[in-house]
């Protein structure tokens, strides 16, 4: 049995029906304009459901546990609202406002986050420096008061809506490749331009840009942490980063085989439900497995995060798992479907495109293997499995 609490039960129910009632039925519209509009944020903040764990002092509830997250994962990828991507505005870049923002910057920026009225966003990716940030070349100059931002990055997520962006960038001057410095940039700050809404194979209704940095002066205030060690306050948000990634594919993966269910049961073919040859039951019967087994160690991985304990190696293995088993259940979802599948009028088309992207951000793949294969040859691995 799930480990949530009675309270999380009730949220997740309230929740539910405020993405049926609210955020469900715009999707598609959503879709067509390439864009959530600004009013769901608002309207998510004002019942409370967009960013939980923020101090009462900032408008949250001040509760951290993170089963709350995973619920509001959970519950919008099965109401087909995964492109909203809620979760990058209230526990992917939030975070960092948090943990690195000075005590004036939290009370000055939090509370607008919390309510929905500021949206957030997070700006690393560069042409030629996506999960090798040694590669960025956007710098900040410490002019005194302020660092003078130039440069530019591209597949920026809520990149339109953004209102305050995290922006990385190389210490001008430094030595080491990886000193980095984390910058708060606002919108309407002069040289601080956005580019076009980037078309995407999936996830049509967020909206994705390239971001241009034009002598943007940056007041101090808006440094997050220490100027030359944001390689550092990145790497310490990624193993939740992952893990956020893994909830949502898990949830995913399921919505696809309840979706692919329904539909064999009811395609007839050679005279009997789909559902009854041999070979579906077979397939359906193995990614059911599979599914159950992902979801039973993601749900460990939120456990072992809520007590600390939570490490980049299980964060990659939670990700990489749970992103595979999700793109294998979209690939026999489609087959199932046959040429319906093929069809956006079927929710498992678009399901497909949307889920590609997931096998790549946060880390791909193969990153996620060079990770875990590296910790399973170092000299400590086997005390970490201890």
């Known amino acids: 049995m799930r480990a949530f609490t009675e309270d999380q039960i009730m949220f997740r129910e309230a929740y539910r029906r405020f993405l049926d009632t609210e955020i469900a039925p715009h999707m598609e519209e959503w879709r067509e304009a390439g864009i959530v509009d600004r009013k769901a944020f608002r309207k998510a903040g004002d019942q409370g ?3 939980i764990w923020p101090d009462e002092a900032y408008g949250g509830l001040g509760d951290d546990d993170f089963r709350y997250e995973q619920i509001i994962i959970e519950e919008t990828v099965r109401a087909g609202c995964a492109n909203w ?5 209230s526990r992917l870049v939030g975070p960092y406002l948090q943990r ?3 005590e004036e910057l939290r009370r000055r920026v939090l509370p607008g986050c919390v309510s929905g009225e500021t949206i957030l966003g997070i700006a690393m990716t560069e042409a030629g420096a996506g999960s090798d940030l040694a590669g960025m070349r956007s710098t900040a100059e410490d002019r005194g008061d302020h660092f003078l931002l130039n440069g530019s990055k591209t597949y920026i997520s809520n990149g339109i809506n953004a209102d305050l962006v995290v922006v990385a960038a190389k210490l001008a ?9 984390l910058l708060l940039v606002e919108r ?6 956005r580019g076009r809404n980037l ?3 999936g996830m049509s209704a967020q909206d994705t840009a390239e971001l241009f940095f034009d002598n943007v002066q940056v007041p101090k205030a808006n440094v ?7 390689f550092y306050h990145l790497m310490e948000g990624l193993a939740e980063e992952r893990l956020i990634a893994a909830v949502g594919a898990a949830a995913n993966a399921r919505r696809a085989f309840d979706v692919t269910r329904d539909y064999v049961m009811q395609r007839v073919l050679f005279g ?3 559902s009854e040859q041999q070979n579906t039951q077979f397939r359906m019967a193995e990614m059911d497995a599979e599914i159950d087994l992902v979801q039973t160690y993601v749900d460990h991985c939120v456990v072992e995060h809520n007590a600390g304990r939570l490490t980049g190696n299980m964060g990659a293995k939670a990700k990489m798992l749970a992103t595979e088993v999700e793109w294998k259940m979209m690939d026999l979802g489609v087959q199932l479907h046959g040429g319906a599948g093929y069809m956006d009028e079927y929710p498992i088309s678009h399901m497909f495109t949307d889920a590609r992207i997931n096998r790549i951000l946060a880390g791909s793949s193969e990153v996620m293997r060079l990770i875990i294969g590296r910790d399973i040859f170092s000299q400590n691995y086997r005390s970490m499995l201890a």
């Open 49 to 51: 459901f967009l960013m």
């Open 85 to 89: 991507y809620n979760t990058l505005h």
């Open 100 to 102: 690195f923002g000075s």
């Open 173 to 181: 001057g430094a030595e080491r490749k990886h000193a980095l410095v």
């Open 188 to 193: 309407g700050m002069a040289g601080f331009e």
């Open 199 to 201: 078309k995407k194979m």
């Open 224 to 230: 997050l942490g220490e100027p030359g060690k944001g």
């Open 272 to 274: 009997k439900p789909l």
